[in-house]
Structures are given as C-alpha cells and as structure tokens.
C-alpha cells in the first residue's frame, strides 16, 4: 500500500473517503490522513494548503486531492491542473460525483442512498415547486438523514449524526457504498490501496 495523503474539499468529503475506504480496501483512516482545504481554492497561490503539498511530497506522499466537479467537470478539471502545473503541485485528482458528471459529493451520496421511495419524494417536490429555485442537493441529503434517523441520532449539536463528519456512510441502511456509481472511484483509488 502507498503512502497517501489527501486535501479534500471540505469535511463532508474527508468523512465519505475514511469510511469508504474502510469498506471497500478495509484500511482505517483518520483526519490526520487529510488535509481540509475549505474549498476550491485552498490549494490555489496564497492558498492555506501550498506549502503542505510540498512537504507531503518531500515526505513521501503520494497525494489525491477531491474537489466538486460542479457545473463542469471538464473547466474544472482544466482549471485544476493548470493550476497544479503552474504551481509545481503533483497531486492525482478525483471530481466528485463520479469523475466525469456534473455535480458533488451529494450527487453522490443522492446515487448511493437505501431509501429510493424517500430520494423519490424529492422528485415529487421538484415537480411541484417548478418555477422556483430547485433545493440544492446539500439540502436533500439533510433532509433524507432527518427523516430516516431516529429521534436519538438528531440532536441539533455537533454530535448530530445528520452533520456532514458524524455521518456514518458504511451503515447498510442507508448507503450502499457498494453501489455501481462508485466504481470510478474504487478504481480511482484501488492503485493506493492495493
């Protein structure tokens, strides 16, 4: 197994990639493994996060950075490594949802959910309020966990298990992190894990 660390965009993405590498390579990891960057630009000149790209690699890191592809997988893919290249950075990149879609780590997690009856409501009500701002996916995964979580779970602090780092992804009745839409990602990473 190579040494790896990751700069993630934020803590939703650090807690998805512990537990799912946890499941499907069954490697433990924690958030000393990750580098926080607070969105797409931690890594950029100026950026927080610069100088521990170069200390990574000079520590012998193999480094993967996950962003949100967002409205275009393709710009951002361009912007990011044009980025890297002018900044001497030497990371592998992974866009969330699936390397190649529009979207986000919610994207994702929208694929992967048990509950397909429950993620169908949100189609109902997309219907419904047309015309209007359509809800962010953000919003439909809080909604989905405040819906199937029992009352003990939501506590409205930091222990919620609704926030984004005390979300438990490898539980089986909620995800699937064995779904089909994870295969780029599997493969993505498998080279890291094997």
């Known amino acids: ?37 607070d969105g797409l630009s931690g890594y950029k000149k100026g950026g927080n996060a610069l100088p521990d790209y170069a200390l990574k690699v000079d520590d012998g890191f193999e480094m993967v ?21 002018s900044l001497g950075i030497k990371s592998q990149l992974f ?23 429950l993620i169908g409501c949100f189609e109902g009500y997309e219907k419904c309020i047309e015309g209007y701002q359509k809800p962010v996916n953000k919003s439909k995964i809080y909604a989905y966990l405040d819906a199937i979580l029992p009352p003990n779970q939501k506590k409205n602090n930091k222990k919620d298990l609704i926030e984004d780092n005390n979300r438990d992804y490898r539980n089986k009745t909620h995800w699937d992190l064995h779904h089909p839409y994870l295969n780029p990602l599997y493969q993505f990473l498998q080279p890291f894990f094997q």
């Open 1 to 37: 197994m190579a040494s790896v660390y990751f700069f993630v965009e934020d803590k939703a993405h650090q807690k998805f990639l512990i537990d799912f590498i946890a499941e499907r390579f069954d490697v433990t990891l924690n958030t000393s493994n990750f580098y926080k960057l």
């Open 65 to 85: 950075t996950t962003l949100d592809a967002d409205i275009s997988p393709t710009e951002r893919r361009k912007e990011v490594l044009s980025d890297f290249e």
């Open 95 to 117: 866009l969330f949802p699936n390397n190649e879609a529009v979207g986000e780590l919610e994207t994702t997690l929208i694929e992967i959910a048990i509950d397909r009856k």
